[in-house]
Each structure stands twice: as structure tokens, then as C-alpha cells.
């Protein structure tokens, strides 16, 4: 079975800091990796996948993450924040070639406040 | 543009009573998805679908059902037996798991 831990219910950072989202996961197998950021009212929106290529990987909106094996992380991070950045952000994981319909399975996610 | 298409986007009814969100994708995605979504706890699964004509009971699947009699369509209705049916529903499809998901605007059903 997989899961994963977003360390942080809410974040907050002044407009121009870095952003540091945690995810930390737990599988069985090498995983696929995913954040996704969700506006007030709608739904969610795929900002970068780990799919066990580059383990550095860039998403929209400057995004990045890194898949860290030794430390079974996938953290989330941009330079520098601004407040069109205020959302909530979910990691998910899912399990390559191991069947079960492709099923995604989610942290509880971040809140991100952006302040002035 | 394709696309996943939650209609309605604001749902009210009456405790007791039966209710359909529709779940449209002209994506060709084999599999759908639906996710519950409630403050602090992140997306739950309540029934996914990989082919037409087959689907599987998720995490929560009691008081929920669910048909899959097109490929674009998934419809979810929240029976009078779900207990506490007040939330916000996501609807995604996938063409695989290496591709992730792509959500619809979601639903926000409240039972009153």
C-alpha cells in the first residue's frame, strides 16, 4: 500500500521567500510522484509528476520538486513566492505496474498564505 | 478544448432525498474517478471506473453509487443512505497512471 505525509496543514511566507511544501511518501515499489494545486471552488490542477526520470522536476508557475529516495521525499519549492501562489497544494502517489486502476492516493494538503 | 465537465457546480437538497452529479469527459480516458473532498482531510475515493461497463467500490464507497454505461460518462448519485452527504466532489479521468489525473471544476452538494 502506498501513502503520503504533507508535513504543515498551512504554510506562510512573505511575497518574494522561498516556498517549502513538504510530502514524504511511503511504497512499496518506486513510485509515481505528483503535486497538484487547488483554487477556492475548483478543482485540481497537475503542477509536476515524478515518473522515475530526472529526479529534478520542473512544473508551471516555477515550481519544482525533487525525488529524494534515501529520504522518501518530494518536496515542493519556488524561489521566490507571490500571491497569485496562495492555494492549497496536494501530493499524491501512485504505484507504477502493480494494477489496482491507477488509483491516486492523496495527502491532506497545504494551505499556502502568501502575505504582503 | 477537451476537458472534464461537473455539472451542477452548486447542488442543494433536502436531507432524505436522492441526488445525481454528472461527470462528462471528452478527453478519451479510459478510467474516472470519483473524490469526496472535506476540510483537513484531503481526497477521498468513493468509486473509480476503468472501462466502460465495470466499476470498483473505493475508500467510501457506502451510500454512494455510481454507472458507467458510456466511456465519456460517470455519473455519481448520493443515495439517502450516505450519512453525512455534505461536501465538495471531484470528478477526475486519467489515460494512465504515469499521466496523473485530470479534475473537473467540481461539485458542492449541500444537504439541507
Known amino acids: 500500500a502506498q501513502s503520503v505525509t504533507q508535513l504543515g496543514s498551512h504554510v506562510s511566507v512573505s511575497e518574494g521567500a522561498l516556498v517549502l511544501l513538504r510530502c514524504n511518501y511511503s511504497s512499496s515499489v518506486p513510485p509515481y510522484l505528483f503535486w497538484y494545486v487547488q483554487y477556492p471552488n475548483q478543482g485540481l490542477q497537475l503542477l509536476l509528476k515524478y515518473t522515475s526520470a530526472a529526479t529534478l522536476v520542473k512544473g508551471i508557475n516555477g515550481f519544482e520538486a525533487e525525488f529524494k529516495k534515501s529520504e522518501t521525499s518530494f518536496h515542493l519549492t519556488k524561489p521566490s513566492a507571490h500571491m497569485s501562489d496562495a492555494a492549497e497544494y496536494f501530493c499524491?502517489?501512485?504505484?507504477?505496474?502493480?494494477?489496482?486502476?491507477?488509483?491516486?492516493?492523496f495527502g491532506t494538503g497545504t494551505q499556502l498564505k502568501v502575505e504582503l | 478544448d477537451g476537458g472534464i465537465t461537473q455539472s451542477p457546480k452548486y447542488l442543494f437538497r433536502k436531507e432524505g432525498q436522492n441526488v445525481t452529479l454528472s461527470c462528462e469527459q471528452n478527453?478519451?480516458?479510459?478510467?474516472m474517478y470519483w473524490y469526496r473532498q472535506d476540510p483537513g482531510q484531503g481526497l477521498r475515493l468513493i468509486y473509480y471506473s476503468q472501462i466502460v461497463n465495470d466499476f470498483q467500490k473505493g475508500d467510501i464507497a457506502e451510500g454512494y453509487s455510481v454507472s458507467r454505461e458510456k466511456k465519456e460518462s460517470f455519473p455519481l448519485t448520493v443515495t439517502s443512505a450516505q450519512k453525512n452527504p455534505t461536501a465538495f466532489y471531484l470528478c477526475?479521468?486519467?489515460?494512465?497512471?504515469?499521466?496523473?489525473?485530470?479534475f473537473g471544476s467540481g461539485t458542492r452538494l449541500t444537504v439541507v
Open positions: 477526475a479521468s486519467t489515460l494512465g497512471q504515469a499521466y496523473g489525473y485530470t
Open positions: 478527453l478519451n480516458h479510459d478510467a
Open positions: 499524491a502517489v501512485s504505484l507504477p505496474f502493480t494494477g489496482g486502476g491507477n488509483k491516486l492516493t
